[in-house]
């Protein structure tokens, strides 16, 4: 089975502070995602990385960043926390000719204060 | 990204066969239709995926008329642990973009 864990599943941090959001995938998929959800608004996109140090931005990456620096591994930071940034987190991955077919991590909600 | 319809909300009790379509009328050549399972406080998780026909596994079917342009996630026998929200994404494989639209929530009774 594919597993994708995530750093914590919850989190408080205070506005201003750099947030590191971990994201690891046993897999070996070449995709990795990051999504945050909120209510009313679904899944949205906010980066996604199809090898090691390549990312392309999503829907929304304002105020996001994320590094690649090993396969398995892809990270979401948020450079100084908002409280707009209040959300849960979903990291996902995926083969490289399968994109619909996404395996999600458990998710990190994150509350910004 | 082909726009896709389903229902907000679908009640059921247990033992029962739950039927859920998605409408896709644009849906293209290359697009798939997958759909995905998400439980309260949990990531989605892909439940199954197809193109034409029928499409079956140990968690549920998915049958596809020849027109495409619509689908039916069937799930057999549900049990209280089938509780969850069901989305239904059409796209082809290679587009990275997902759209999870409000997807149905599915409430099983004793």
């Known amino acids: 089975d594919v597993k994708v864990t995530q750093s914590s599943r919850y989190l408080v941090k205070r506005t201003g502070e750099k947030v590191f959001l971990e994201c690891v995938q046993d897999?070996?998929?070449?995709?990795m995602f990051w999504y945050r959800q909120d209510p009313g608004l679904g899944l949205r996109l906010i980066y996604f990385?199809?090898?090691?140090?390549?990312?392309e931005k999503g829907d929304i990456p304002e105020g996001y960043s994320v590094s690649r620096e090993k396969k398995e591994r892809f990270s979401l930071i948020l450079e100084s926390a908002s409280t707009n940034q209040t959300s849960m987190y979903l990291c996902?991955?995926?083969?490289?000719?399968?994109?619909?077919?996404?395996?999600f991590g458990p998710g990190t909600r994150l509350t910004v204060t | 990204l082909a726009k896709t319809t389903q229902p907000i909300s679908m009640d059921s009790y247990e033992g029962q066969e739950v039927n859920i379509t998605c409408s896709h009328n644009?849906?293209?050549?290359?697009?798939?239709i997958t759909w995905y399972q998400q439980f309260p406080s949990q990531g989605p998780r892909f439940i199954i995926q197809?193109?034409?026909t029928k499409v079956t596994n140990e968690v549920a079917s998915l049958f596809i008329p020849a027109d495409r342009k619509s689908s039916t996630l069937s799930l057999p026998r549900v049990s209280l642990s089938d509780t969850a929200v069901y989305y239904c994404?059409?796209?082809?494989?290679?587009?990275?973009?997902?759209?999870f639209g409000a997807g149905t929530t599915v409430t099983v009774r004793a």
């Open positions: 897999m070996d998929h070449e995709n």
């Open positions: 990385s199809y090898d090691v140090k390549m990312k």
């Open positions: 994404l059409v796209g082809d494989n290679n587009d990275y973009k997902l759209s």
């Open positions: 644009n849906i293209a050549t290359n697009d798939y």
């Open positions: 996902a991955s995926s083969r490289p000719w399968g994109a619909y077919e996404q395996y």
């Open positions: 197809g193109y034409k």
